[in-house]
Each structure stands twice: as C-alpha cells, then as structure tokens.
C-alpha cells in the first residue's frame, strides 16, 4: 500500500501556464515556501537535484509542496558533489 498526500492546486508549471503570470506577492509566497522546503531537506543533508515548476505542487489551501525526489541523493559532510 502507498500512501500520498492530495495537492489539489495541480502544479506551478500549470498555474503559470493556465494564469499566464502570477503576481508579485504570489510569487513571493511560492518562492519563500519553495527556499524553506529547500533549506529543510539539506538540513537533512538531501538534495533534491531536480526544482523546477513540474516538481512545485500548490495544495487547495494555499500550501506549496516539493515533490519528485527520484534523482535526490543524500550527501555526507564535506563530500564533493
């Protein structure tokens, strides 16, 4: 079984596409989600290696989402990537 979580928002790339621009407090709130979600996986020493609008999913309430992690990798201290 496998369990996920809904994002009824669709993706940015469709957001952005659909609306044909978004505006700048939008575009604020995504991107401060966006470096926050970021900043908590590498904290975990994660790195996602594949952001782009595809990847950003919006939820019904406003919420921002990364998603796809399969070309993710988890690094060690000091290792050259």
Do not use: P
């Not at 994002?7 to 957001?15: E, I, K, R």
């Not at 621009?21 to 904290?43: P, R, S």
């Not at 594949?50 to 406003?62: A, C, Q, R, S, V």
């Amino acid at each position: 079984m496998m369990v996920m979580e809904y994002a009824g928002g669709g993706d940015l790339y469709h957001l952005v596409k659909k609306s044909g621009h978004l505006t700048e407090d939008e575009t604020k709130y995504i991107f401060k989600n966006i470096a926050q979600g970021v900043a908590h996986c590498h904290c975990r020493s994660v790195l996602h290696r594949d952001i782009k609008l595809d990847n950003i999913l919006l939820d019904g309430e406003g919420g921002v989402k990364i998603c796809d992690f399969g070309v993710s990798r988890l690094v060690t201290l000091n290792e050259l990537i």
